[in-house]
């Protein structure tokens, strides 16, 4: 597996498209989840030149799992749709904190995971990515709008998380406002200089 991350800008040419159309796929076909979509390819407001994305790929080149990171102090998921889910906490609004959202890391072909979002062996490596982008950014702590069935995931995965919030119920799927610490890298992050504007990250097979 190859982790890639960039701006709309600077990923490889078509991975873009390529990860809009797997995000289609897990958020709209798979979890049946109610998104903005348009010719099989998922984006939404959030979707911006700045936003920065994780991308794992398989060695035929095929997305494999995705994450998406944008700083507070600009409009971002949680703050705009989901505030309910702070309860009576403010959202947060600094370039020291990150939302990571639209995660995801299922092969497609695989029809065992035909109602999950994270069940490969490969997506805490992903996640571990995302968090060292993050945390290369400026970046302190992620926060983040997850399944509660999550928690339990991220918790034996060694991840220092925190409830923002009671889960509340949205659209029938328990959902909470999930608090992730940046610990420090175990291992320095490698840049693939030969992907123009990108990096790429070696992970677990």
Same mark, same amino acid.
């Given at each position: *597996?190859?982790?890639?991350?960039?701006?709309?800008?600077?990923?490889?040419?078509?991975?873009?498209?390529?990860?809009?159309?797997?995000?289609?796929?897990?958020?709209?076909? $798979?979890?049946?989840?109610?998104?903005?979509?348009?010719?099989?390819?998922?984006? #939404?407001?959030? #979707? $911006?030149?700045?936003?920065?994305?994780?991308?794992?790929? &398989?060695?035929?080149?095929?997305?494999?799992?995705? /994450? $998406?990171? %944008? !700083?507070?102090?600009?409009?971002?998921?949680?703050?705009?749709?989901?505030?309910?889910?702070?309860?009576?906490?403010? /959202? !947060? $609004?600094?370039?020291?904190?990150?939302?990571?959202?639209?995660?995801?890391?299922?092969?497609?072909? &695989?029809?065992?995971?035909?109602?999950? *979002?994270?069940?490969?062996?490969?997506?805490?490596?992903? %996640?571990?990515?995302?968090?060292?982008?993050?945390?290369?950014?400026?970046?302190?702590?992620?926060? +983040?709008?997850?399944?509660?069935?999550?928690?339990?995931?991220?918790?034996?995965?060694?991840?220092?998380?925190?409830?923002?919030?009671?889960?509340?119920?949205?659209?029938?799927?328990?959902?909470?406002?999930?608090?992730?610490?940046?610990?420090?890298?175990?291992?320095?992050?490698?840049?693939?200089?030969?992907?123009?504007?990108?990096?790429?990250? !070696?992970? +677990?097979?």
């Amino acid at each position: *597996m190859k982790i890639f991350t960039g701006t709309a800008e600077t990923l490889p040419a078509g991975m873009l498209l390529a990860m809009a159309r797997y995000r289609h796929q897990v958020f709209v076909e $798979r979890l049946g989840w109610t998104l903005q979509s348009h010719a099989g390819m998922e984006f #939404d407001q959030f #979707d $911006r030149r700045d936003t920065v994305y994780v991308v794992a790929c &398989d060695p035929q080149a095929r997305v494999i799992g995705t /994450a $998406r990171l %944008l !700083p507070t102090h600009r409009p971002y998921l949680l703050a705009e749709v989901f505030p309910e889910l702070l309860g009576d906490a403010p /959202a !947060p $609004r600094t370039p020291l904190v990150w939302e990571i959202s639209r995660f995801a890391a299922v092969k497609l072909e &695989d029809d065992k995971a035909r109602s999950t *979002m994270f069940s490969t062996s490969f997506s805490l490596d992903l %996640l571990r990515a995302a968090m060292a982008v993050a945390r290369s950014a400026g970046a302190r702590r992620l926060i +983040s709008v997850s399944p509660v069935g999550i928690e339990r995931i991220l918790r034996r995965g060694g991840f220092r998380i925190e409830r923002a919030a009671a889960p509340l119920c949205i659209d029938g799927q328990a959902l909470f406002a999930c608090w992730l610490e940046l610990q420090p890298c175990a291992q320095p992050v490698r840049c693939d200089r030969r992907q123009a504007g990108s990096r790429s990250y !070696p992970a +677990s097979p």
